[in-house]
């Protein structure tokens, strides 16, 4: 469905395809890893594996990361952040509550517990405002 | 039978670990590319200089014992940790330093970061 709120634009959209044997352990701490479908199997593991049906542009701070309905702001996004969703579907979501990336591939959230997340599910970053 | 050279890696501007010296030979020849768009140059240049063989992660795959390097460009927590908790040479074009759920693994003998085309050099 598409977004119904008003002022919000859905700027990427993907539906999980498989989820990694480790990535509960990575959950547990405030970790969730994403690729890509063709990312090589060695990152299968502990990645969560997506379909992307929609992109324009990767979360900056101030964005909203939806995985289904729970809601996680943006607070800060590193430097090739971007460049690793838009090439390879490959995003670092950190629950750590830092305003300021301390690794490049980092896109954190407040600090809270991440969802378990399945096949089927929907990830989606919606721009805060246009 | 190829020939093979060898390449030594320093850090780049930034990065850590290393040097690491780079020889394929015949059952380890591939210079591995997990990068976002093809080939990285890094790895093209690796591949160039040492006569190994470069392919694209994203694109097909080899057995880990084949690979002479792996070349990444990852932001610090995952690829980062993978090729190395494999035993696998691994050069990561950002300037990255131990981190993530994988850091143990990630050592100076195994790991160098923020490298360049023009940090490999001929051994």
């Given at each position: ?29 405030g970790?969730?890893v994403?690729f ?21 542009r ?24 971007s ?12 629950a750590?509550?830092l ?32 | ?8 890696i ?54 880990f ?23 696998v ?32 050099k001929?051994?």
């Amino acid at each position: 469905m598409a977004d119904q709120q008003n002022n919000a634009k859905v700027v990427y959209q993907s539906t999980v395809t498989a989820v990694g044997e480790l990535v509960s352990d990575f959950r547990d701490q405030g970790l969730l890893v994403w690729f890509g479908e063709n990312a090589p199997s060695e990152l299968h593991e502990f990645s969560i594996l997506h379909k992307v049906e929609h992109q324009e542009r990767a979360p900056i701070p101030g964005d909203v990361i939806e995985i289904n309905s729970d809601r996680f702001t943006v607070l800060a996004a590193g430097s090739v952040s971007s460049d690793n969703l838009l090439n390879l579907g490959h995003l670092d979501l950190k629950a750590n509550g830092l305003t300021e990336a301390e690794l490049p591939g980092d896109v954190n959230v407040e600090v809270c517990e991440l969802p378990m997340v399945k096949v089927g599910d929907t990830l989606k970053v919606i721009a805060a405002s246009n | 039978m190829g020939e093979y050279k060898a390449v030594t890696i320093a850090a780049g501007k930034g990065g850590w670990g290393g040097p690491l010296t780079i020889l394929p030979t015949d059952k380890k020849k591939y210079v591995y590319s997990v990068t976002g768009g093809g080939i990285h140059p890094v790895a093209q240049r690796i591949a160039d200089m040492t006569g190994g063989v470069p392919f694209d992660g994203f694109k097909s795959s080899v057995p880990f014992d084949e690979i002479a390097v792996a070349v990444i460009d990852c932001g610090g927590t995952a690829r980062v940790g993978v090729y190395p908790m494999k035993k696998v040479l691994t050069v990561d074009i950002h300037a990255t330093s131990p981190a993530g759920p994988l850091a143990q693994f990630i050592t100076k003998e195994l790991f160098v970061s923020g490298v360049k085309p023009d940090d490999v050099k001929e051994a």
